[in-house]
């Protein structure tokens, strides 16, 4: 697995790094985050779309911005393609409300 994540601006390279660098930044940021799926997975052949939600106080510093200590709420929506046993992030659209 390899895709570039904006929210860490930066290539992420399989699991491990996922977890640290992407996972461990929304935690860190959040630490009382909740994560819920918003409705069920849409499938359209090789296509997948989602949404999903995060909720939390933001009582940690994110991307060099500093912690607000307010509630944030993240909405995401997103389209995955799966080919040949690879998978691709298609479209990821974030809305966040504070």
Not at 27 to 56: C, H
Request: glycine share 6%.
């Amino acid at each position: 697995m390899s895709y570039y994540d904006a929210s860490v601006g930066k290539p992420v390279v399989g699991k491990q790094q996922a977890t640290h660098d992407v996972v461990k930044t929304f935690v860190d940021a959040v630490p009382d985050l909740r994560w819920e799926m918003t409705s069920k997975p849409v499938y359209n052949g090789d296509t997948i779309a989602f949404q999903w939600r995060f909720t939390g106080i933001n009582d940690g510093a994110w991307a060099g911005t500093p912690a607000t200590h307010k509630k944030s709420v993240l909405m995401v929506s997103a389209l995955f393609v799966s080919r040949r046993e690879k998978s691709f992030i298609k479209a990821i659209i974030m809305t966040l409300k504070s």
